[in-house]
């Protein structure tokens, strides 16, 4: 008998201590500068991988406003069977700490998980250049979450790059009980 173990990954949150909006974009978007920051306050993902029955997904913890099949992880897992024409068999199970709709990044840092993870378990069939390609499609701030570290962003929050030193602040997350999703905002 084969005993299964999942795979936990820890999904962090950011701030973005510096935003600048700079202006309107012919494709609806903004330009932007920014500063994006990783913190503490994190989701957990489980992943384990089976043989066959395509993929199971389970959220628990806070609520979600999503159906499934539109969460920014079940939307990495299909971006990553398309591109890499892989169906994906797996179990996965949202354990969500990250409230949603308070700009922390939340659901993007957990489709780069998903993308990260899967590409591992398939043997690395994608590149780097393909999954940033892969993350940026489905949010601006996932391609950031592929390797979370202390970045200036640009464009609208595409194109990175790390900052080398970045002052260690103690900081207090307060979420007030609305929800406001960046396309509003």
């Keep these: ?11 962090p949150a950011k701030i973005n201590p510096v935003l600048q909006i700079l202006r309107k974009r012919p494709d609806g978007f903004h330009d932007l500068f920014l500063h994006l920051v990783p913190i503490d306050l994190c989701d957990r993902l489980s992943f384990m991988p089976r043989t066959s029955g395509g993929l199971q997904f389970q959220c628990s913890g806070r609520p979600v406003a999503v159906e499934p099949e539109n969460n920014l992880a079940v939307r990495a897992v299909r971006a990553f069977e398309q591109e890499t024409k892989q169906a994906v068999h797996l179990e996965l199970h ?4 990250i409230p949603d709709g308070a700009g ?6 957990d489709a780069a998980a998903v993308l990260r ?16 390609a892969l993350a940026a499609g489905l949010g601006a701030d996932v391609p950031f979450f592929l390797e979370p570290q202390p970045c200036e962003a640009t464009g609208h929050g595409e194109t990175l790059r790390p900052l080398a030193a970045y002052p260690c602040l103690p900081l207090v997350v307060l979420k007030p009980p609305l929800a406001i999703a960046t396309a509003e905002a």
Excluded: C, F, Y
């Design 104 to 109: 922390l990044g939340g659901g993007s840092s």
């Design 94 to 97: 949202l354990e969500k700490h």
């Design 1 to 11: 008998m084969q005993v299964r173990i999942p795979l936990d990954v820890w999904t």
């Design 117 to 132: 993870v899967l590409n591992r378990l398939h043997g690395n069939p994608l590149s780097a250049t393909t999954l940033h």
